[in-house]
């Protein structure tokens, strides 16, 4: 089955402490993308991916770091530096180049910071 | 710079009530707008998109969006709506010179049985 596959679904954090989101996708999409979901906020951009090994940043990306060294993989590490990193991370990709296209989502990583 | 307005926050209606939830993007050239459900527990998924052509466009479960360039508006609606249709909605664009998706804030519509 093609998809994205977001891990783990819920994450708990220690106050100082980095943490990273897997994202992996088989749909042999070049673009990938994260977002942060928060109540009323809608979903916010933090970072985003055209091709291997180049990222750019999103609307949100302070306290946040990305890695694109593999077509499949696009993790996401929430650091220390994030000051309210409590929220719901969203996971997206698709076809790189053609604008008409949707992108397909993850079920989504829950983050909480205690 | 470059956005998405979706005005309603909440929206409650009754089953079998007619449903238009707004959406509004900004100027930035020719774009593409889609709208998208999250369903409680569910991941996102589409529900239409328009990208050119007819600028009414049909999708899934009965919704319906329409494209009025002139007001740089894609209003999504449905004629008598379900309890199942409870979810968020979110109304997103790319625009041809970028390859980023900018979505609004989400509409929560609440369908009373």
């Known amino acids: 089955d093609g998809g994205i596959t977001q891990s783990p679904k819920y994450l708990f954090r220690k106050e100082g402490q980095n943490v990273t989101l897997s994202c992996e996708q088989n749909l042999n999409h070049d673009a990938m993308y994260w977002y942060r979901q928060d109540p009323g906020q809608g979903l916010r951009l933090i970072y985003y991916?055209?091709?291997?090994?180049?990222?750019q940043k999103g609307d949100i990306a302070e306290g946040y770091s990305v890695s694109r060294e593999k077509k499949e993989s696009f993790p996401l590490t929430v650091t220390s530096a994030q000051k309210n990193p409590t929220a719901f991370y969203l996971c997206?990709?698709?076809?790189?180049?053609?604008?008409?296209?949707?992108?397909?989502f993850g079920q989504g990583t829950r983050l909480t910071v205690v | 710079a470059q956005s998405v307005s979706q005005h309603n926050h909440h929206v409650i209606l009754s089953e079998a009530a007619s449903l238009e939830l707004g959406c509004n993007y900004s100027y930035g050239g020719t774009v593409n707008l889609f709208w998208y459900v999250q369903y409680p527990g569910q991941h996102l998924q589409l529900l239409l998109k328009y990208f050119s052509g007819d600028p009414l466009v049909k999708g899934i479960k009965g919704f319906e969006a329409e494209f009025i360039k002139s007001k740089f508006s894609f209003n999504l609606r449905k004629p008598s709506v379900q309890w199942s249709d409870t979810a968020e909605y979110f109304c997103a664009v790319t625009y041809s010179s970028a390859s980023k998706i900018i979505f609004g804030s989400g509409t929560r519509l609440s369908i009373r049985p």
């Open positions: 991916s055209q091709i291997v090994n180049d990222f």
């Open positions: 997206a990709s698709r076809v790189q180049g053609a604008r008409e296209t949707e992108a397909f």
